[in-house]
């Protein structure tokens, strides 16, 4: 683990990982929303026994990461594209000088949006990429209703930002959604391991997101589905979309692949968010598309 700052001053975790024997190359690893590095370490073995290094790292906001708001359980930043001071800093100064080429890309959910705007941005620096139910669309449907938005805008506006979504007790407290409706893994034992992940170190909750997170959301994935965006993206890209998602939007995700002009796409059914702590079966299948598309 090392701790970075970034062009605006912000206080990032980073970890990295090497086999102890010649490696294939290095996957960084962008997690999603609330997400951390530790939720991730059955991922990193697994890429680990493949010969690949792993970079990571807590996003602003988020893990033991510098968090902006003295209330720490808020989900906020001020804008998305300082996402991509964080991702810059993990590049420059772990990833490119400590870790060997070729570079891959593995993006779950809110880090799929940060790294199709990377690809963007630093398209040279990743061979591929694979996205792992990317936040490329809010919800069910394709776009936020617009009353909601109109509501969402006029809220950051009139200087409400920092205030929470709270939808219910989990918003507070995320140790509160209880198995049986979860929306992220139908695998009881992952996701009451995440649960002791939490007890154990409680600095790494998050809840709600803000108006304010929620309105850069947007403007953010506006971006993405800009006319002449995704066409610009020449790096190969496989998609995995869980097709039980309700956190974020699969028809968003069909629509952005459609105009990626080398992107594959496969269907997980069954699964839920959180596709690399799901159930075996599902896990199965998607290293099966990544040692395939990585070979």
């Known amino acids: ?6 062009e605006d001053g912000t206080r990032l975790r980073t970890a990295r990982w090497c086999p102890p024997e010649s490696t294939r190359g290095t996957v960084v690893l962008f997690n999603g929303r609330t997400e951390y590095i530790e939720k991730y370490l059955e991922t990193v073995e697994e890429l680990l026994s493949r010969g690949f290094c792993v970079a990571t790292l807590d996003w602003r906001g988020q893990g033991l990461s510098q968090r902006p708001l003295l209330d720490r359980t808020k989900g906020h930043v001020e804008d998305f594209n300082l996402y991509q001071q964080d991702v810059n800093v993990l590049l420059s100064e772990i990833v490119e000088p400590h870790c060997p080429s070729p570079y891959i890309l593995l993006a779950h ?28 669309g809010l919800g069910s449907g394709e776009n936020l ?4 938005r109109g509501i969402v805008s006029a809220c950051v506006f009139m200087g409400a930002g920092s205030w929470a979504l709270r939808t219910g007790p989990e918003g507070i407290d995320p140790l509160s959604r209880p198995f049986e409706t979860n929306g992220l893994t139908g695998d009881r034992k992952r996701f009451e391991a995440v649960n002791e992940q939490l007890h154990h170190e409680p600095q790494l909750a998050l809840g709600a997101p803000t108006l304010r997170w929620i309105h850069e959301a947007t403007a953010s994935i506006d971006r993405i589905r800009a006319p002449g965006f995704a066409e610009s993206i020449e790096t190969p890209i496989c998609i995995c979309t869980p097709d039980a998602d309700r956190i974020v939007s699969q028809i968003a995700q069909a629509r952005v692949a459609a105009r990626l002009p080398n992107a594959r796409t496969h269907l997980f059914e069954g699964a839920r968010h959180e596709i690399l702590l799901e159930q075996d079966s599902h896990r199965t299948a998607f290293w099966e598309h990544f040692d395939a598309f990585t070979a």
């Open 1 to 6: 683990m090392q701790f970075l700052i970034t």
């Open 145 to 148: 209703p617009l009353f909601l």
């Open 109 to 136: 959910s809110m880090g799929g949006n940060i790294g199709l705007q990377s690809l963007s941005q630093y398209p040279r620096i990743f061979e591929r990429a694979i996205f792992l139910a990317p936040m490329w």
